[in-house]
């Protein structure tokens, strides 16, 4: 009986309708928004963020690909084409002769960068590459290159000049096997 | 011949400067209200016009002038021009009775002159419901008139709510009409002078806080505002009877609704909350000072008025919409009997307690 004229109460003065009334004014008076105001403030990436895709170069100027294919083999979403050839006047060396990306298909998995044996890929932290034409995201070598050259401006030197392990093994930085102390 | 003319400069000037408050108000409201919903709601609201985003009512209103103005293959032309017209019109022409100030006369130039209300007319309150279902029309019609299915279900669902509702508006006040005597908005404000247990919503013999919820539950279903917005249910209706307006013309409803809100504002804050009165006498100004009195019953009565707005947003940013059984339930089985109950209760206590 007295729970019944309590809901009955509870009807009439609105009093679920007053709880939320009350939750909205608590939010207005301690106002805290979580809004980011975008273009102007920007929030901090997580190391392992995973931007724009780049193609990398050496100390002296060389480009890191060979050429191998393993990145176009990796890739699920077939966003990269390689067309590669021998390095004029060195028959034992090979370069990308013509390098595609069509960033329109990429999903930024990085699939590519763990495949690349001599970490010619790099994943930048840029994300802004709204463009009004979307054929202005089929990039070529040039300027896969000049992604990398603005995103990455510390370069590696040659793969012989490095440490003796390193080019023996011929295995990317992030693949060293764990020292054992 | 002169006086005419004096009394017709005057009263010309009389309505040019409400209509400008109430479409600066408007103006101010449309950000009001982006900006309290999104702090209610954890948000920022608009920021990139101006600082703070004040400019943005300045922005839309050039963005809507200057859009292309679009009538929709099979619409009817002339009423489909005219709608718009129809529902903005009846939300200003309100404004006509309302007292926004002390019941002060001046003479000018030898002509009598009411500064803080257009016209004192016998039958006020009569006249803003009028006019205020005349505004039903122009949304049926303009729903009627855009040849689209959402217009016009929009339409449909806009003329029953607001006709269940108005009802529950018209008997919500009887009482207070009871207890005043008068329809004359001014008569209703005087009656109320003194302390706030004077104000019709705590009056003796029988405070009218029954009808008082009524009404502002009934006044935020006649503006077609949430929780009460299925005329325009955006996840239902696309925009329900605007859908095809575009331009101007949009703007015209959109002003209307905003001038609607306002104007229920002002007759809630004149009926049930005493109007230009303070809540006692020594805050208003007094003694020495009383020739100002109009600029402290001005301000309480804006207070008053943007306490109801401010409602307006917060139910907006609380409550979510009702289904459209459990709106009319709510209007026919609810509030109309509580309604009727009151109109009741306070003719008895009106004769037993005569003033």
């Known amino acids: 009986m007295l729970a019944k004229f309590k809901t009955w109460l509870k009807t009439i003065i609105f009093y679920e309708i007053l709880v939320g009334m009350n939750a909205t004014l608590r939010h207005l008076l301690h106002y805290k928004p979580i809004t980011l105001q975008y273009p102007h403030e920007k929030r901090t990436l997580p190391d392992s963020y995973r931007g724009m895709l780049s193609l990398l170069r050496y100390d002296d100027g060389i480009e890191k690909c060979v050429g191998c294919d393993l990145c176009e083999a990796a890739c699920p979403s077939r966003v990269i084409k390689v067309i590669s050839a021998e390095v004029p006047g060195e028959p034992t060396k090979r370069y990308a002769k013509e390098y595609y990306m069509d960033m329109t298909r990429c999903l930024f998995c990085g699939l590519c960068v763990q495949a690349c044996p001599v970490d010619a890929l790099g994943m930048t932290r840029e994300y802004e590459w709204a463009v009004y034409d979307k054929r202005h995201l089929y990039l070529n070598k040039e300027q896969l290159l000049a992604i990398g050259d603005r995103a990455f401006p510390v370069r590696e030197k040659r793969l012989e000049l490095q440490h003796p392990n390193v080019a023996f093994f011929n295995v990317a930085f992030t693949h060293l096997p764990p020292k054992n102390s | ?355």
């Open chain 2, 1 to 355: 011949m002169v006086e005419v003319g004096v009394k017709l400069a005057l009263s010309l000037t009389q309505i040019a400067v409400v209509m400008g408050v109430v479409l600066l108000t408007v103006m101010f409201l449309t950000l009001a209200e982006r900006k309290v919903l999104g702090w209610m709601q954890d948000r920022m609201g608009p920021m990139e016009v101006g600082p703070y985003g004040i400019l943005q009512p300045v922005a839309d209103g050039l963005k809507l002038f200057f859009k292309e103005d679009i009538v929709p293959a099979g619409a009817n032309k002339f009423l489909f021009s005219m709608a718009p017209l129809l529902a903005l019109v009846p939300a200003l022409i309100g404004f006509a009775v309302i007292p926004f100030g002390p019941d002060l006369t001046v003479e000018v130039f030898g002509v009598q002159f009411k500064p803080f209300v257009i016209s004192d007319i016998n039958v006020g309150i009569l006249y803003i419901l009028a006019f205020t279902s005349i505004g039903a029309y122009g949304i049926i019609l303009g729903g009627w008139a855009s040849n689209s299915k959402y217009s016009l279900l929009g339409g449909l669902r806009s003329a029953a709510q607001v006709i269940s509702y108005e009802l529950n508006v018209g008997l919500a006040i009887v009482g207070v009409l009871l207890l005043a005597g008068s329809l004359s908005l001014v008569k209703i404000t005087e009656a109320q002078t003194g302390w706030f247990w004077n104000w019709f919503i705590f009056a003796p013999p029988f405070p009218q806080i029954f009808a008082f919820v009524v009404y502002v539950i009934s006044a935020v279903a006649e503006t077609n505002r949430l929780p009460f917005d299925l005329p325009e249910a955006e996840s239902e209706l696309v925009a329900g009877f605007f859908t095809e307006y575009s331009g101007m013309r949009f703007a015209f409803f959109f002003l209307a609704e905003y001038a609607n809100m306002i104007l229920v504002s002002c007759i809630a804050a004149a009926l049930f909350l005493g109007g230009w009165n303070a809540p006692a006498p020594f805050l208003q100004f007094h003694g020495s000072l009383a020739h100002l009195l109009w600029l402290s019953a001005t301000i309480w009565f804006a207070v008053k008025v943007y306490f109801f707005l401010f409602l307006f947003f917060w139910l907006r940013a609380t409550l979510p919409r009702l289904r459209y059984d459990q709106l009319m339930r709510f209007g026919w089985k609810v509030m109309l009997p509580i309604a009727l109950g009151n109109i009741l209760i306070t003719a008895i206590a009106a004769y037993l307690f005569p003033k």
